[in-house]
């Protein structure tokens, strides 16, 4: 009983295994469960952050007057499991109300096959 039914090739949003790398510093690896690898780093991660307040501002700001306090590179110091569906991180920056959901993660994924799909649906 899903409308979802009639789209046969459909993106896992479902995670087979989750690495946050907070130790290091260098992000957040997910191997999904039809196959595809992603590669996050924290900083990009920050900057796509999907909250209300991050919303705003990019709506209300372009990407080239980036304010100087954004432009130092952001890492995660902590990340924090949100239910099943979602990683809620502790940015160095003191920034804490970003909720990722794995269908944000997998949206948002920056390796260039995922890129390219993207731009095409953008035209
Ligand atoms: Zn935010
Ligand atoms: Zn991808």
Known sequence: MSD??????VRSTE??????LLTSGEGVRIDWKDG????YTFDYLRK????????????QTTDKTLLPMY??????VQAQ????YAVQFTF?????TGIYSFEYFREICPCADCRADRNREEG
């Open 92 to 96: 160095s920056d003191g920034h804490t």
């Open 4 to 9: 979802q039914d009639q789209a046969s090739v």
């Open 48 to 59: 796509k952050c999907p909250c209300a307040t991050c919303r705003e501002h990019k709506a």
């Open 15 to 20: 995670p087979a295994n989750v690495q946050v």
């Open 71 to 76: 432009q130092e590179q952001v890492r995660a």
């Open 81 to 84: 499991p949100v239910g099943h």
């Open 36 to 39: 595809h690898h992603s590669e």
